[in-house]
T-cell receptor, first 110, second 113 residues
Framework: GQQVMQIPQYQHVQEGEDFTTYCNSS?????IQWYKQRPGGHPVFLIQ?????EVKKQKRLTFQFGEAKKNSSLHITATQTTDVGTYFC??????????FGQGTILTVHP | DAGVIQSPRHEVTEMGQEVTLRCKPI?????LFWYRQTMMRGLELLIY????????DSGMPEDRFSAKMPNASFSTLKIQPSEPRDSAVYFC???????????FGPGTRLTVT
């Protein structure tokens, strides 16, 4: 079945440093979605990418979808303590099923 | 607007007991998903429904797990009999259309002793 691998598993940064997490799928994806989960909370949708090579920005967050639609990345510029949490990518099929990566746990030291 | 509602928020039960988790999706959403989250296995899709019909139940661990969606506003996930390895946080999520963004409920933290 479809597998989605995400690295790194953990990332510790000083406030103000940049952060990147990478996602790779074993199969070509219909779309990729990114979610954020705060400690003790539930996953919250951030963005969806659909087109090959697509790049989207949300303030300090930049999302990319690879040309082959099998990989993606999330980059945060100048991290803040409010960015703490686990970031998940999720590979989507056309009929709605999402396969989540293992997530990257981000800690930000003030 | 209320989000996805799950109950109970916490459940502690003894091995062998039946457990029923409940979910009310966002009104108007026609896709509903049940996930399980553990440290070891991450976030796993158990089953999902489209227009109240189960589409993919390949993630259901075994026959002890069953899920129903009798109408568009209610779904249950039942574990019978429960085992300690079922301890996890169970999330329900809904989406307005297949392939769209998913809205997660607050989760049910299940502990089986």
């Amino acid at each position: 079945g479809q597998q989605v691998m995400q690295i790194p598993q953990y990332q510790h940064v000083q406030e103000g440093e940049d952060f990147t997490t990478y996602c790779n799928s074993s199969t070509t994806l219909s779309n990729i979605q990114w979610y954020k989960q705060r400690p003790g909370g539930h996953p919250v949708f951030l963005i969806q990418l659909v087109k090959s090579g697509e790049v989207k920005k949300q303030k300090r967050l930049t999302f990319q979808f690879g040309e082959a639609k099998k990989n993606s990345s999330l980059h945060i510029t100048a991290t803040q303590t409010t960015d703490v949490g686990t970031y998940f990518c999720a590979g989507g099929t056309s009929y709605g099923k999402l396969t989540f990566g293992q997530g990257t746990i981000l800690t930000v030291h003030p | 607007d209320a989000g996805v509602i799950q109950s109970p928020r916490h459940e502690v039960t003894e091995m062998g007991q039946e457990v029923t988790l409940r979910c009310k999706p966002i009104s108007g959403h026609n896709s509903l998903f049940w996930y399980r989250q553990t440290m070891m296995r991450g976030l796993e899709l158990l089953i999902y429904f489209n227009n109240n019909v189960p589409i993919d139940d390949s993630g259901m661990p075994e026959d002890r797990f069953s899920a129903k969606m009798p109408n568009a506003s209610f779904s249950t996930l039942k574990i019978q009999p429960s085992e300690p390895r079922d301890s996890a946080v169970y999330f329900c999520a809904s989406s307005s259309h297949a392939g769209g963004e998913q809205y997660f409920g607050p989760g049910t933290r299940l502990t089986v002793t």
